[in-house]
Nanobody
Framework: VQLQASGGGLVQAGGSLRLSCAAS????????LGWFRQAPGKEREFVAA????????VYSDSVKGRFTISKDSAKSTVYLQMNSLEPEDTAVYFC???????????????????WGQGTQVTVSS
């Protein structure tokens, strides 16, 4: 599985961005697709994820209510709509994929097998 993330950029606090992650795979059935982020000097942290089959979603507490993860099955693409952005959201955002993952494990980055290249999101105050 290859993942191509895009959509990052520079935005003022309170603004919005939409990240995209295009997946190349024969099928994503049974996969979990997630977004993670890593700020300078910090560990990679979970942001949001969904189960491709069934569509269950999970969010970190820090983004719940502001970010929305969704998918377009026809395009094999996962999106992360980010609203009400804060300077603390500044990081490199990565998408990742994991086959046969259970919902309760979607937030564990070490379980993911495939990673995209990352896209920079910078939120200015």
């Amino acid at each position: 599985v290859q993942l191509q993330a895009s959509g990052g950029g520079l935005v003022q606090a309170g603004g919005s961005l939409r990240l995209s992650c295009a997946a190349s795979a024969r099928t994503l059935t049974g996969y979990g697709l997630g977004w993670f982020r890593q700020a300078p000097g910090k560990e990679r942290e979970f942001v949001a994820a969904l189960k491709w089959s069934g569509g269950a979603t999970v969010y970190s507490d820090s983004v719940k209510g502001r970010f929305t993860i969704s998918k377009d099955s026809a395009k094999s693409t996962v999106y992360l709509q980010m609203n009400s952005l804060e300077p603390e959201d500044t990081a490199v955002y990565f998408c990742a994929a994991k086959p046969r993952i259970i919902t309760s494990s979607l937030g564990v980055p070490s379980l993911y097998d495939y990673w995209g290249q990352g896209t920079q999101v910078t939120v200015s105050s």
